[in-house]
């Protein structure tokens, strides 16, 4: 079999870092590949056959009528394999295999897509000697598309410099694009990334959970909640994201309470209690699958009115203290649970010995509602807030799982407090109020008048149970029109001409720094802005058919042009549009017009 080489690249890397990248890419192709949901290493064995012998042998594959537990025995019956040494199962990095070694890697590709995508199986030869793998894929199903690669690819390095190759004689269409545009280039940023890796709060994800199960249940959830509740989804966020990410946080704890009644050999289903749940949809989901549970929160949503009576959700502000205490719940559970986050293992602890906790923090806060300050400079925010939780977490008494969770969230890190460090006797509150007042301004006093209301924490103030409007639309509209009007013409005094065909010219308009922006526009309508979320940044992204803001940077957005284009198609994504709706800014203040006819243009001429 011989490769053409399809894009190479010199680098300033080493061995072990193109050896980092194909460890995050067999390990993780779902990062990349999203029609990957999960991929489950089934065996790494070495091997002393010639490439030859072994390209036959994968070509020959038939994996159609087995089983993924049965892929290993498969293998070792053959006997071109009879004299081939396994590695062990939990060795997940190919850094730390024989630097001279030659090993074959299969793992089992799992669909987002149960319907449409084949589980797919990945055949990947890894050679150390000569810093190369070279993959092949196997659909189990002939019926449904593969997940992958029709053909074989190779992944090398030499000389600092990596290369993408590919089978000899096939033609070139959208796979090798793929490797081209989308691998190639997260291979070469991972390469360069070693700092980053090693900062990581976590490797991997879904740890704590089997893949396969995880895979399965999440597909059938999907299919059971997801089309439905996000056709019926009233609320102003968008339903592919927060659905979806709450089937797959529900699919996790499903199955880490399914573990754990096998652990203790239990049939009654955990009862929970989700303090500050939102829109209510993951307790909707849990309870619909069996377990008995309530939420909490401070607001009311819309969605709440179209859940059954059997979703139990409740109005009510949390406030750390004597009476936020749950000794009837088997598990509390803070998603995103903003200032009650460093709480939740606090009220676990103090609720009872058996009560558990599922934590996924997001926006960063102190006992006494602050928000948090970094104590390492050296890390982002977010990963010292997570070591800052984990920390809480081991106080509180708690031998403390982290994992990380696939939801389309930049915020994934759970904890997980199942068991205790100290047995049921003994007293755990010296070390936890210890935490709670190094942490907070105020510290909690026996001879406050408050003490008995809000013991826990002098300073902590709940939000607002009505959300504030903070996103520059409550200005008065003849200031926003003020300012639009102000920018545009600053931008149209720096002519930038574009063709838009052998006739038309149309003025496209300078670039400003936002500090110049801030410059052209009068103090008192500045003013106006101070107290709006996001200020004059804001109202300029929400004239988003008008300006482009990027990189603190504003231009006008040119309409037909491809940003134009990725803005309107992500729009009809997450909500209906209606074309025709608002009138043409360009057509109408525009010295030119709007470069587009009026039967191509969103808006009205």
């Known amino acids: ?37 999960v991929s489950s290493r089934l065996i790494t064995f070495e091997y002393k056959e010639t490439e030859s012998e072994l390209f036959r042998w994968i070509n020959e594959l038939d994996f159609n009528s087995l089983e993924a537990s049965q892929v290993e025995n498969y293998v070792f019956s053959q006997k071109l394999f009879h004299n081939s040494s396994k590695i062990n199962a939990n060795q997940s990095s190919f850094i730390n295999l024989e630097n001279r070694g030659k090993f074959i890697n299969i793992s089992k590709l799992l669909p987002r897509n149960q319907e449409i995508f084949s589980p797919t199986l990945e055949v990947t030869l890894v050679d150390k ?7 092949f894929y196997k659909c189990f199903s002939n019926e449904k598309q593969s997940l992958c690669f029709q053909y074989p690819y190779r992944i090398s390095f030499e000389n600092s410099e990596i290369f993408i190759s590919v089978e000899k004689n096939y033609p070139n269409n959208s796979c090798f694009k793929w490797l081209k545009e989308q691998l190639f280039p997260r291979l070469v940023k991972w390469m360069m990334d070693e700092g980053d890796m090693k900062n990581s709060f976590i490797n991997g994800s879904l740890n704590l959970v089997p893949m396969d199960r995880y895979a399965d249940l999440y597909s059938k959830l999907k299919e059971k909640y997801g ?11 968008d339903p592919l994201k927060f659905v979806y990410e709450d089937i797959a946080i529900a699919t996790y704890l499903l199955i880490i ?83 009650l986050t ?28 602050r928000k948090y300050q970094r104590e390492s400079a050296s890390r982002s ?33 759970c904890f997980i407090g199942k068991k205790r460090t100290y047995p049921p006797d003994t007293d755990r509150e010296k070390e936890i109020k210890n935490i709670i007042d190094e942490r907070s301004l105020k510290k909690s006093d026996k001879n406050s008048p408050t003490h008995e209301k809000n013991q826990w924490s002098l300073d902590f103030k709940p939000r607002e149970t009505i959300e504030k409007v903070r996103n520059c639309t409550q200005i008065d509209k003849n200031l926003i029109d003020e300012i639009v009007n102000t920018v545009a ?3 149209l005094s720096k002519t930038r001409i574009i063709s838009l065909d052998s006739e038309r010219k149309w003025n496209a308009g300078g670039l400003m720094e936002l500090s110049q922006v801030v ?87």
Not at 227 to 237: C, G, R, S, Y
Not at 381 to 400: A, K, N, P, T, W
Not at 549 to 574: D, L
């Open 1 to 37: 079999m011989e490769f053409v080489v399809i894009i190479s690249e010199k680098c300033n890397a080493d061995v072990t870092q193109f050896w980092q990248a194909i460890d995050i890419w067999l390990n993780k192709p779902h990062v990349i590949n999203r029609r990957i949901l």
């Open 129 to 135: 000697e000569t810093n190369r793998i070279t993959s």
């Open 227 to 237: 089309a439905e509740i996000v056709k019926i989804w009233p609320e102003n966020t």
């Open 257 to 339: 309470w399914e573990k754990e009644r096998e652990e203790l050999a239990i049939e009654e289903k955990q009862t929970f209690l989700d303090l500050g749940c939102g829109n209510g949809l993951l307790v909707h989901i849990l309870s619909r699958e069996g377990h008995n549970g309530l939420g909490i929160d401070l607001r009311e949503r819309k969605i709440w009115h179209l859940f059954p009576e059997s979703t139990h959700l409740e109005v009510r502000t949390i406030i750390p203290s004597s009476k936020s205490l749950f000794p009837d719940v088997d598990w509390l559970i803070g998603n995103h649970s903003d200032e």
């Open 342 to 369: 460093p709480w939740i293992p606090v009220i676990a602890a103090r609720s009872s010995y058996k009560c558990r906790f599922f934590l996924l923090p997001c926006c960063p806060y102190e006992f006494d509602g």
């Open 381 to 413: 925010q977010y990963l010292d807030y997570m070591h800052y939780i984990q920390r809480v977490s081991e106080e509180c008494g708690f031998q403390v799982q982290v994992d990380k969770l696939r939801i389309p969230s930049t915020k994934r890190t």
């Open 489 to 491: 013409n600053f931008l």
């Open 519 to 605: 410059a052209i526009i009068p103090e008192k309508s500045l003013k106006s802005l101070k107290n709006e979320c996001g200020g004059l940044q804001t109202l300029l992204k929400n004239k988003g058919h008008i300006f482009c803001v990027q990189a603190g940077k504003v231009s006008f957005r040119i309409p037909g042009s491809e940003t134009a284009n990725k803005k309107r198609k992500k729009n009809r994504n997450t909500q209906k549009r209606i074309r025709k709706e608002k009138n043409c800014w360009f057509n109408e203040n525009h010295p030119d017009g709007c470069p587009l006819s009026d039967e191509i243009c969103d808006f009205k001429h």
